[in-house]
């Protein structure tokens, strides 16, 4: 199965994690970090597939 | 007094939790006692190295006529034991051709680098700097 959405959010989840508990140590900051990372990482990567996609390469 | 501060070598105990937390990732934060942490990074950061051979990643050579595959290379290094095993099998041919090749290059070098960060933190804590 090759599915890009499913890779990205894996990925984007498993750097979130990884990130939000290497730089907050308190388990309510670690989640709003992680969530916020998570949503960044998932929110740019819809955004600049968007944008790229009326200039084809 | 600052001077001596700066210049003085890492004590052993910072050097080998260091060695520890390259080798096994989150393994330098077990050994100080931070257990929670310690096993996130040993789970994140193996399943992670893992899905990146599975995706038909490649484990990059040390070839520094193109300075990139060599970089790679370093971080795929970084991931500490999983990479010896790996290595060991002789996995990570990497399939060029395969459509998820990209995927899984970028989840091995990603493992590696974030190894890296763990390997800092767990120094700065060995140090007393956290």
Same mark, same amino acid.
């Given at each position: 199965?090759?599915?890009? %959405? ?7 989840? %498993? ?6 508990? %290497? ?35 | ?31 100080? $006692? ?17 899905? $990146? ?13 193109? #300075? ?10 970084? /991931? $500490?034991? #999983? ?22 290059? /970028? ?24």
């Amino acid at each position: 199965m090759t599915s890009h %959405l499913l890779y990205m959010t894996l990925f984007a989840f %498993l750097v979130s994690l990884v990130f939000a508990v %290497l730089l907050k140590d308190e388990p309510r900051q670690q989640l709003r970090f992680g969530v916020l990372t998570f949503a960044g990482f998932m929110l740019g990567a819809l955004a600049l597939g968007w944008l790229m996609y009326p200039f084809p390469l | 007094m600052r001077a001596e501060a700066t210049t003085r070598a890492p004590s052993t105990s910072v050097v080998l939790v260091g060695l520890a937390a390259w080798l096994v990732p989150g393994g330098g934060h077990l050994w100080m $006692g931070r257990r929670f942490k310690g096993l996130v990074f040993l789970g994140a950061l193996v399943l992670m190295f893992a899905l $990146g051979l599975s995706l038909q990643g490649r484990l990059f050579p040390f070839e520094f006529a193109q #300075p990139l595959v060599g970089l790679a290379a370093f971080a795929n290094l970084a /991931a $500490g034991l #999983p990479y010896f095993v790996a290595w060991a099998a002789g996995l990570g041919d990497g399939q060029v051709i395969a459509a998820t090749y990209e995927y899984g290059n /970028a989840f091995l070098i990603a493992a590696g680098l974030l190894n890296t960060l763990v390997v800092l933190d767990a120094c700065d804590i060995a140090a007393g700097r956290k």
